[in-house]
T-cell receptor, first 115, second 114 residues
């Protein structure tokens, strides 16, 4: 069965610090990978996604993620965070040929940015 | 393009009552998904409807049920409410059912069970 682990439950950074949020999944086959973000009081929205091709994926607002197949990881990065990046971040995975309903979400990482 | 809408925003019920939550998908989207977001547990998949049929359900008891109407809007019903049902319930929609179809989420309904 698929599962997703986000080991950092709460990360606190100062503005301009670099960010890396961990995401590991367990599944033996080919996967599609996602990062979603939920800003305070707003909808959950897609940050970026990986289906195939270049394992370094660029998303909105300067975020990027790297798929490392050998490590079953899809870590989210941003070189310099801003106060507006304060939000909850969810990693998600589903098997390549499964339906969209099979997407599995991690438990989320709350990111707090000190101004 | 209007996004996914959900109503009500907040719902307060007492234990044993029934709750009904509503979702309108983005125009042109035929699939609707329901998730429960309880504190610290991430999003747990509840139900998936496509073209009016229930296609899949998550690991939740039968008192969680729903339906999809001909206009693709959807209802989630929770019977015999329990305290642990208190959570944010999110609805999402997608254009199709494949894994490459991005899910767009609504703002959620905050259900509080007293």
């Amino acid at each position: 069965a698929q599962s997703v682990s986000q080991h950092n439950h709460h990360v606190i950074l100062s503005e301009a610090a670099s960010l890396e949020l961990g995401c590991n999944y367990s599944y033996g086959g080919t996967v599609n990978l996602f990062w979603y973000v939920q800003y305070p009081g707003q909808h959950l929205q897609l940050l970026l996604k990986y289906f195939s091709g270049d394992p370094l994926v660029k998303g909105i607002k300067g975020f990027e993620a790297e798929f490392i197949k050998s490590k079953f990881s899809f870590n989210l990065r941003k070189p310099s965070v801003q106060w507006s990046d304060t939000a909850e971040y969810f990693c998600a995975v589903n098997a390549e040929y499964s339906s969209a309903s099979k997407i599995i979400f991690g438990s989320g990482t709350r990111l707090s940015i000190r101004p | 393009e209007a996004g996914v809408t959900q109503s009500p925003t907040h719902l307060i019920k007492t234990r044993g009552q029934q709750a009904t939550l509503r979702c309108s998908p983005i125009s042109g989207h035929t699939s609707v998904y329901w998730y429960q977001q309880a504190l610290g547990l991430g999003l747990q998949f509840l139900l998936w409807y496509d073209e009016g049929e229930e296609r899949n359900r998550g690991n939740f008891p039968p008192r969680f049920s729903g339906r999809q109407f001909p206009n693709y809007s959807s209802e989630l019903n929770v019977n015999a409410l329990e305290l642990e049902d208190s959570a944010l319930y999110l609805c999402a929609s997608s254009r199709g059912q494949g894994p490459y179809n991005e899910q767009f989420f609504g703002p959620g309904t905050r259900l509080t069970v007293l």
